[in-house]
């Protein structure tokens, strides 16, 4: 009897109305998402957003309490976990006591999977030099592995097991920068190219940008939003998706705005500058020079308001003055719920 159920066809998993309450305020709530096959999802949140609790449900770690899973259209429930046809990578790095690499590389050969990869148009030897493990490696004992050599270990670990669906949590954690890049890329290469899907938890949003083809932003077990990084950062429907996207970060104008009751008001930094002199009455926002921050995405400048202390960013000016005048593009703000958190498109007075 054939098991499966009616859905898209390409999507390789499908979570309908998902719950698993591990207390009032932790787990997954009512979750929803789809994720295609040959797509990349990153799952990014705070501490505590549900997204390590949700790999696992995929993964038949955890129970449903409500809602359905759909692996490649059928009812994971019917599945065991052994045979969902996923592999995981864990935060913590997992091996078998004394197992070497080498023999998962060894058994990988004989089922044939090197070839297959091959065949598709992917060498398997670019896996070990992309990972960094060379076959002096291979033959250790995962126990005298460094912490970077095992986090490595156990993508390669991940990969050959040559599953349809890979979750992986946190994979680039311990490694550093230049690593990081590189495996990201490997990683992204190893799935377009094979056809398998991944869902990924990022500890930075830099990771997501450069992996995933959307991500799925959560907190305390709730999906926010998902989208591609473009449609996110351009396109934010909760404050949550500005705190944790967006860096250098918006400038929260709330301050002086008291009018705009339970709201908090966003501005690009793109539409922040500074006065030298106050051009209206109304320009009554005076800042103090802090210091100049250097960012990957340019230079700026932080001021520190003379009333409240709070800080702003500004774009990095070739004229420096020890003060001046706030000032901001109005068309430009970004209007947000105080309570929720949710965006609201016009501000209530």
């Known amino acids: 009897m054939d098991d499966r159920i009616a859905i898209g066809a390409d999507h390789a998993i499908v979570l309908e109305n998902v719950s698993r309450s591990l207390s009032a305020f932790a787990g997954v709530f009512d979750l929803s998402l789809q994720l295609k096959k040959g797509e990349i999802l990153a799952l990014i949140g705070q501490t505590g957003a549900g997204k390590t609790t949700l790999l696992n449900l995929v993964a038949g770690l955890e129970s449903l309490d409500h809602g359905r899973i759909l692996l490649n259209g059928v009812d994971a429930e019917r599945i065991k976990p052994h045979q969902r046809g996923v592999s995981m990578i864990f935060q913590r790095d997992v091996f078998y006591p004394g197992q070497k690499l080498e023999k998962d590389w060894s058994e990988a050969d004989k089922k044939g999977v090197l070839q297959r990869w091959s065949d598709t148009g992917f060498d398997p030897r670019e896996l070990l030099d992309e990972l960094q493990l060379s076959d002096s490696v291979l033959k250790q004992k995962p126990e005298t592995l460094s912490g970077g050599q095992a986090r490595r270990a156990s993508l390669l670990r991940a990969m050959l097991q040559d599953r349809p669906i890979m979750l992986a949590d946190e994979p680039l954690t311990g490694l550093d920068l230049w690593t990081r890049d590189s495996v990201s890329r490997l990683l992204w290469r190893f799935i377009k190219i094979t056809g398998k899907s991944m869902i990924v938890v990022a500890h930075e949003p830099s990771e997501a940008y450069g992996l995933a083809d959307r991500i799925a932003v959560m907190k305390d077990g709730h999906l926010l939003q998902t989208g591609t990084p473009e449609d996110l950062r351009k396109n934010p429907q909760h404050l949550e998706m500005i705190r ?56 700026y400048t932080e001021w520190k308001c003379n009333h409240s202390n709070q800080v702003f960013w500004v774009e990095r000016s070739p004229e420096f003055h020890e003060s001046g005048w706030l000032c901001w593009d109005h068309s430009a703000q970004i209007f947000f719920d105080k309570a929720s958190g949710k965006r609201i498109h016009q501000a209530r007075l």
């Open 244 to 299: 944790l996207l967006q860096f250098p970060p918006m400038n929260d104008i709330s301050q002086f705005l008291p009018d705009l009751k339970n709201t908090i008001v966003m501005i690009p930094l793109k539409s922040t500058w500074i006065e030298s002199q106050p051009g209206s009455l109304k320009m009554n926002h005076e800042v103090s020079f802090l210091r100049n921050r250097w960012t990957p995405s340019g230079e």
